[in-house]
């Protein structure tokens, strides 16, 4: 074994690949395009995470939109290698033994990053300790607690056991893994024969950890009750540090990881300011997400790409170049990808879906902020710009958290809407949303919508991926779109607040925004479509040139080498 790694990279979920079920949305396809252009620049990484044998969950929708879960049936042997290596845990005074698997991640000139997915199905532990790994995000928040304990210590102890001695940097994608920096100090103070935690034990982890922040909805902080991390863990003397272990009688996930990191980041300029005002004490610098862009672009693009702009893929900033791609190709390469996703939808769905009219995208977690039902606030509206200013169909996808009710409702009343809408507009929602439907709307439709709540879009990524794709963006003012969003040239801002503006508005009232909507698919959107198909095609040329040349993981690594791994 080589140790030459000196960035070992933790997260509780990742999307490695569609057929791999280890994420559920955003966080994981995020940490799997890191890993990805971690691969392509030849950084030397190494990833932990857990092996979710029964996935996040399978998603089934029934006639009126209700959705069901089963557990994610595949066959881990088929993508994963066994490793020999053990280690283990304490849990509630029991140890629980840890195996682990393999899964090597190969950049565009072959070099590996290799990651390593945790499990606690052993034959050596008990059957409630076996099932710890098996679900992300399942079971309630002592689960979750065990999982942490596992990734985080866990996780530490399974490098060294695998020999990696020459760690200088542990990046902690959001604080799930947090207790990897309780490890570190416990390594700190054997090593130097240290009885109590001192300054400078906290300096040293210090300046080993990373962590990167991802969303401002509190939900999205893990906080356990002290008396269950006192039982789980059994560790009196570390909980007594009330100014690291602690926040509101509460082991806080977040402020662990803030403490104990020297350097801490947003997802986009607007939430490292967000980040800020909720977290003052603390310095939050941002750097703004990307995607991978080979793993987006779909198929005729990419062969596009390769014969305008050979070596695209491990230079993205050559996608610059897109702006002197004749703009007949750009419209052939957009039509054969329109084409795949409507037929995959007609044949899948039956969904009667027209490849000549202007198709509208929206796919993300059905989480309540994300506001996936905005689009359909005035039926009558929509039916008329249909008859009147220009024909539509929207194809919808996503699943909601198995605990998330709101979320279910949500996707519920969009196949309500739908129902309503059925002789006017096609609708049609795809079940299971996963990375390979992602790759297809994103590339496959004319427009990606989004509508979230101002300011809890932490970043958002669905959208530079249609950019990628020559795909304009039509979405709130929030989160990468901020930074993304030219006028007219990369897409459309709906504009929540606009300038002069003094009303507070109730964010369960979507009139304004829905309004701003309709306006602009109206009068800017649909006309240029239907009416100025150059001057569409002019703007799809800016998002690949202007926004897929930048929102990609690999501007976004230089960024993290650059500020957080080697200073
Ligand atoms: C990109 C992606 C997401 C994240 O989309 P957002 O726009 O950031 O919400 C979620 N799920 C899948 C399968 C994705 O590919």
Redesign the pocket.
Known sequence: MLDDRRIAYYSMEI?LSSEIPTYS??LG?LAGDTIRSAADLKLPMVVVTLLHRKGYFYQKLDEQGWQQEEPVRWVVEDYLEPLPARTTVEICGRTVHLGVWKRDVVGESGHVVPVYLLTADLPENTEWDRALTDYLYGGDKFYRFCQEVILGIGGVRMLRELGYQSIERFHMNEGHAALLSMELLDEFMKQEGLKSITLEAIEAVRQKCVFTTHTPVPAGHDQFPLDMVQSVLGRKELLEIKEIFQWDDCLNMTYLALNLSHYVNGVAKKHAEVSSHLFARYTIDSITNGVHAATFVSEPFSELFDQFIPGWRSDNTSLRYAESIPKLEIWQAHHAAKDALVQYVNRTYNAGMDVDVFTIGFA??AASY?RADLFFYDIDRLRRIAKEVGLFQVIYSGKAHPHDQGGKELIHRIFEAAGKLKNDVRVVYLQN???HI?RMLVSGVDIWL?TPQPPLEA?????M?AALNGIPSLSVLDGWWIEGCIEGVTGWAIDSFQKNESVVRDPRDYSHDASLLYDKLEKVTLQLFYQDREKYLNIMRHCIAINGSFFNTERMMHEYVLKAYFL
């Open positions: 999307g949305g955003g396809v993300r977690r994300k949303y996963d990375m992602a989004n970043s958002g990524t669905s959208g991926k």
